[in-house]
């Protein structure tokens, strides 16, 4: 008998594991990508042929392939209110794709704002992550237009008064209403 055989098993689990990964890697490749950045935006398309966004983190789940990623978004997103039955989740090559949504500037400095660990850390915030992402956090929604205005509200300004030659005068405080 062999005295490696009880080391088979193992070599064999991880030789399927790399298949895997080279496989999910190829097809990153195939769009210019070599693996998912830290902030990833998520696009779910809706039956009505609308989308909504999500800015979430990319490499907690798995540091190459986006499918375990976006089967934890598909089981949360009942809890977002999308204004639709969504039918598609899927994997948006850059930040770009999502970036005119209501809230992702919002969103995007609030990631921005957290702190990942390098080194013995690491591991210890992606568990943390990872959790919250499965219980439905760590997944910043960005929101749906609900009109088109362009702002929440406006105030006009008193025009400066012009004096004999045309010329600006001093505006007053009682020129601009206060």
Known sequence: MNTYSHVLPALQREAADRMRRYSARRDFEDHGLTEMEDIVAVRVKLSSGKSRYFLTWGRVP?????????????????????????????????????????????????????????????TAWR???????????ELYYLGRRRSRAKSAGDL???????????????????????
């Open 156 to 178: 006009e300004l008193a025009k400066p008064a012009r004096g004999r030659r045309g010329k600006r005068s001093r505006t007053s405080d009682a020129d601009l209403g206060e």
């Open 62 to 122: 798995e540091a190459v392939d986006p499918k375990a990623l976006l089967s934890i978004v598909g089981r949360n997103l009942h809890k977002f209110d999308l204004g639709g039955t969504p039918t598609a989740v899927e994997l948006c090559l850059t930040l770009q794709d999502a970036s005119r949504e209501p809230y992702f500037h919002e969103a995007f400095f609030r990631m921005g704002q957290q702190r990942i660990p390098f080194g013995s850390g690491y």
């Open 127 to 137: 568990d943390r992550v990872l959790k919250a992402l499965e219980d439905g956090h």
